[in-house]
């Protein structure tokens, strides 16, 4: 997730009430509640799907597409709900509702300003991150209830069309998403989208994820590694410069495993004085206050599903790769009790002609694959 800082505490505060309210580590047999996410919003059905392969688990629902849960075993073989969630349908409506492990679209970060000019035309989009657009508006894909096509034993399919005009992007896009658990223990998260009209696509997914389980209340001790030897510089309000910067001799430099809370400056509390900003004491060369950067990966080749970041909690022996088919990732870890790695195009690619294309046209087809495979070591 993508947050300016000034709103860092306010979101770190909703992500650990949200998980304050998740259950216990729980056996494969001990799911969600379905009876507590089945209902009706806007005169559609919405209800809650169990994937699993045997070894691991996912629960999915159509609200949003909100994965809700991925249950895996530790070193133990002890099983526990690695992403954070909320047992019921009810805290996902809520006047507090985040996109706290939604689809993200139809353009998931950033768009600065609210507007981008494609093939001559000025759109002005919703700004609701500022003077910024975030996730797509107000009505993109963390505010659906999608259509649920195909459901197996391990996977789902389900499909939604934001009209033309949705938030102020051109063109009817029409999209379809696909939860799958794959044979070597993995959560597949595929996307295809199609448009009328040229327009700008960039979906992803916002899970955030703790090894350790849920609920716990750090991810400091998690280990993580990203191949990227490049990220986009971005300014104040976490809008991408333009200018592309070596990871080399920077916090951002994950190209080998790193100890989060190795990178993460513990600040004490700034000082407040009424009617000023609040002060907050500077961060040391080499360190972050939290991570939300956009990581240029390197892959082989242009839309290549390979992996490209790792994540190990050595308390609980989980290991995570991260397979994407994008040059992006997002890593966020505001809130310090969970980490997201989202696989994207680049920020703001609409306003950047150097950045690679968001650019979906007519007989087109926009394809976006990441998997989260888990093991143990």
């Avoid at 392969?53 to 996912?58: E, F, K, L, P, V």
């Avoid at 509702?97 to 001559?120: E, H, K, Q, V, W």
Wanted: overall charge negative; glycine content about 8%.
């Amino acid at each position: 997730m993508t947050f300016p800082f000034k709103y860092a505490a306010l979101f770190a505060a909703s992500l650990l009430f949200s998980i304050s309210a998740c259950s216990q580590p729980q056996a494969p047999g001990n799911l969600l509640d379905k009876a507590a996410f089945d209902t009706e919003i806007d005169g559609k059905p919405v209800s809650l799907y169990t994937i699993t392969n045997g070894r691991i688990t996912a629960q999915v629902t159509n609200l949003a597409g909100y994965v809700v849960g991925i249950y895996v075993p530790d070193k133990d073989g002890n099983y526990a709900n690695v992403v954070s969630h909320n047992d019921s349908i009810k805290m996902y409506t809520g006047p507090s509702r985040a996109p706290l492990g939604a689809a993200l679209g139809r353009y998931a970060n950033r768009i600065a300003n609210g507007s981008f000019t494609l093939d001559g035309v000025e759109y002005t989009l919703t700004k609701n991150n500022g003077a910024n657009t975030l996730h797509g508006g107000t009505q993109g894909f963390d505010h659906t209830v999608w259509n649920v096509d195909k459901v197996t034993p391990k996977s789902v399919e389900m499909s939604c069309v934001l009209p033309d005009g949705t938030d102020g992007f051109p063109g009817t896009l029409k999209t379809v998403l696909t939860f799958a658990i794959t044979d070597d223990d993995g959560l597949s998260i595929s996307y295809k989208a199609t448009t009328d009209k040229p327009t700008v696509c960039n979906l992803s997914h916002h899970v955030y994820f703790n090894l350790d389980g849920c609920p716990a209340d750090s991810v400091a001790n998690h280990i993580v590694s990203i191949n990227a030897d490049t990220i986009t510089e971005v300014d104040r309000n976490l809008i991408p410069t333009g200018n592309i910067l070596p990871v080399e001799g920077t916090a951002y430099d994950l190209r080998q495993p790193t100890r989060i809370g190795d990178r993460q400056f513990n600040a004490p509390m700034g000082r407040f004085v009424p009617g000023q900003p609040m002060q907050m004491p500077q961060v040391p060369e080499g360190k972050v206050r939290s991570y939300d950067q956009n990581f240029c990966l390197n892959h082989s080749a242009a839309g290549k599903l390979e992996a490209v970041a790792t994540a190990w909690s050595p308390d609980s022996g989980r290991f995570m790769e991260v397979w994407n088919d994008q040059p992006g990732l997002q890593l966020y870890t505001g809130g310090r009790v969970a980490f997201a790695m989202e696989s994207q195009l680049y920020p703001d690619s609409p306003n950047h002609p150097d950045f690679p294309s968001s650019v979906l046209r007519p007989g087109e087809t926009y394809s976006h694959t990441v998997v989260y495979k888990f093991s143990t070591k």
